[in-house]
């Protein structure tokens, strides 16, 4: 029996999934936003403190955004409104795991946002997806690219 929600096997495909169903269609219910709470919380020194200091708090905030991102459920339902992806370290679901993108070794530098890999059970959720960039630091691997190209998916030059 299929699922209600889609099935990821990679965290970082679903992030790309969640930027667009959330952030720009608002699909996905109140919009996750930890990034406001984290400025808010540390308006008067956040700018002022120590490294340590910022990493410290840091912690809880990235512990629970990925936490968050790597359990929501998503309806399958929202798959034919995906039309196109894009990756790029922008992203509001990113800052809202890390909001002063410190720590950046602890995520492999960026390895762990970087998307490296799509599963052939990923992918056939989501039948209306023409186009894909990428845009992160890291280059997307040549065999993530074939397998997209030969899915039928666009490979759109970085921005």
């Known amino acids: ?50 490294e340590e200091e910022s990493l410290r708090r840091l912690e809880e905030y990235i512990e629970r955004g990925t936490k968050f991102f790597t359990e929501l459920k998503i309806p ?36 762990m946002f970087a998307v490296t890999d799509i599963s052939e059970r990923e992918i056939k959720q989501f039948p209306n997806l023409e186009g894909f960039t990428f845009n992160m630091h890291l280059d997307p691997p040549e065999e993530l690219l074939r397998k997209l190209e030969g899915w039928g998916i666009e490979i759109n030059p970085q921005d």
Do not use: C, H
């Open 1 to 50: 029996m299929e699922s209600e929600f889609l099935v990821f096997d990679n965290l970082p495909f679903k992030l790309t999934v969640v930027e667009v169903l959330m952030y720009q269609l608002k699909l996905l219910g109140e919009p996750y936003n930890a990034a406001d709470e984290f400025f808010e919380r540390y308006r008067s020194d956040f700018a002022t403190v120590s």
């Open 76 to 111: 399958r339902s929202l798959a034919p409104k995906i039309r196109y992806l894009y990756t790029g370290e922008e992203m509001n679901v990113y800052g809202n795991i890390n909001p002063q993108w410190l720590d950046w070794e602890k995520y492999d530098d960026g390895a």
